[in-house]
């Protein structure tokens, strides 16, 4: 895992923070910020977290006009990046942006929870090689992003039944945090803040080729 504070000049966040924040931004309702599945035992079969995204990259191509606002921050990351095992570059996946909000009134019987449900940003039974997941913390906010012990193993392997804490990290403003893709990681809501905005850029060994 490797943590970069003030990753980007104070006067780049504030632009990240402009584009995203700005009322023309087009952002998305999810009422389920994650894609983890409900049936294994770590989580409520009826918890849900609503929220907002925009993903302007995805498969390896563009999907919105907006991209090219984020297309230094790609370039950045691009820099910081470990170098892959196998000398391969690393290819760009996706990039999605996220909104996320405080704790949804149809989860307050579930405010022991320290986190949303766990999850992988890829498809095991496709991508078998490995990735990369960096997250770049937008605004001054809180609710920490946990990752677990536990890694996905490769397809038809099932999920974890029970998660361990293997590392919490704060969403201090301006950071940029890098992790092995196969983690299995959560998203907190907010408490203190009303928004908690996140950039997601997910990173692949190699193009895979999608159903």
Known sequence: MI???????????????NIVLH???????APDITNSP?????YPMDYRQYGFHHTCFMGYETKSNTYPYFS???EAVKD?????PDGWEWELYR???????????????????E???????????????????????VNETDGDTFIFEQKLKPAPAPWPARFTVQDRVKPTRNK????DGDHFHASSSPVDYEKRVVLTLNFHDRRYLLS
């Open 38 to 42: 409900t049936n294994f035992n770590s």
């Open 115 to 137: 986190h949303n449900q766990p999850h992988v940003d890829h498809d095991n039974s496709v991508v078998t090689g490995k990735t990369l997941t960096c997250l770049y913390y």
């Open 23 to 29: 009322g023309d931004f087009p952002w998305y309702y």
């Open 80 to 84: 910081v990046l470990p170098e892959h």
């Open 3 to 17: 943590e970069i504070n003030d990753f980007l000049s104070e006067r780049l966040n504030r632009h990240y923070g």
């Open 95 to 113: 990039v999605r942006c996220g909104f996320n909000m405080p704790l949804s009134p149809v989860n307050k019987k579930y405010a022991a929870l």
């Open 176 to 179: 940029l945090l890098i992790f």
């Open 72 to 74: 230094h921050m790609v």
